[in-house]
């Protein structure tokens, strides 16, 4: 099946939103023709990849697609992600400052003094640290095992252990290919964001419901509470799901 584009992903979200190219260029501070070219996946105009990915960005979250995916399908259609620049690179090494013609304080002294601070607060720590110990095991007169205090003990309760279940989503995916995944809770907290490999499963649990975003629909298979999904969209499709708790069956 035929793999959707970037540009026609960004042309669906924006007419979906019910927005015009106007408007988000208006939204987004970036210019109608650029918009117009990236929506017909011509990211020539935006200045090169660094600007095109910040172009990419900030379009996206105008029409309601996830930034981090869109932008993580633009780097697999373009040749992967840019290479980080290290430091040491940048400057030219037969270009060396001499540190001891400078006059200032001795980084050198004061260094040792604090390494000798953290040296005796650490002898303290481990003489006087005793008390801060977790109480120790009692043994059983009769059979020698050890047997855990009272105090780090801890029993759940049979009914809050059932409604904890109860109101928990769960929901598991499985790659069959390489694919960028979003999940978040309720509160949209991110509990994952990054590409599952091929052949990996993960899970993952939630309390009311949980929002997932797939880079590659196509990709993966979904159980939602037990419940096989299959996939849920086409290959290279950004699909965007949302899932609660399982409703309890009628009494």
């Known amino acids: 099946m035929e793999e959707q584009s970037i540009g026609a992903a960004l042309a669906a979200a924006r007419q979906s939103a019910g927005l015009t190219v106007a408007q988000v260029s208006e939204a987004t501070r970036i210019r ?8 017909q996946d011509d990211f020539g105009q935006c200045g090169g990849g660094f600007y095109a990915r910040g172009h990419l ?17 633009f780097d697999q259609q373009h040749g992967g ?11 030219q090494a037969d270009r060396q400052l001499n540190l001891r013609e ?16 953290v040296v005796v607060f650490g002898v303290i720590r481990v003489v006087g640290g005793a008390g801060d110990r977790l109480p120790a095991a009692e043994v059983n007169p009769a059979s020698g095992v050890p047997t855990p205090s009272p105090a780090a003990t801890v029993t759940a ?39 599952l490999k091929a052949g990996k499963i993960s899970t993952w649990r939630s309390p009311q ?12 298979f979904l159980q939602v509470n037990g419940k096989d999904m299959g996939k849920v969209g086409r290959r290279g499709e950004i699909v965007r799901r949302t899932f609660g708790v399982p409703t309890p069956p009628p009494r």
């Open 32 to 39: 109608v023709p650029i918009i117009q070219a990236m929506e």
């Open 157 to 195: 309760s049979p009914a809050r252990a059932a409604q904890s279940t109860r109101n928990m989503v769960v929901v598991r995916v499985q790659a069959k290919r390489s694919s960028f995944v979003t999940v978040r809770d309720a509160e949209g907290r991110k509990l994952f964001s990054g590409t």
């Open 81 to 91: 992600a840019p290479q980080p620049v290290r430091a040491a690179s940048v400057f």
């Open 102 to 117: 400078r006059h200032g304080p001795n980084w050198t002294m004061a260094l040792g003094v604090a390494l000798a601070i």
């Open 57 to 73: 960005k900030a379009v996206a979250k105008a029409v309601g697609l996830d930034p981090e995916a869109t932008v993580h399908l």
């Open 209 to 220: 419901r949980m929002n997932v975003l797939l880079g590659d629909a196509g990709a993966v």
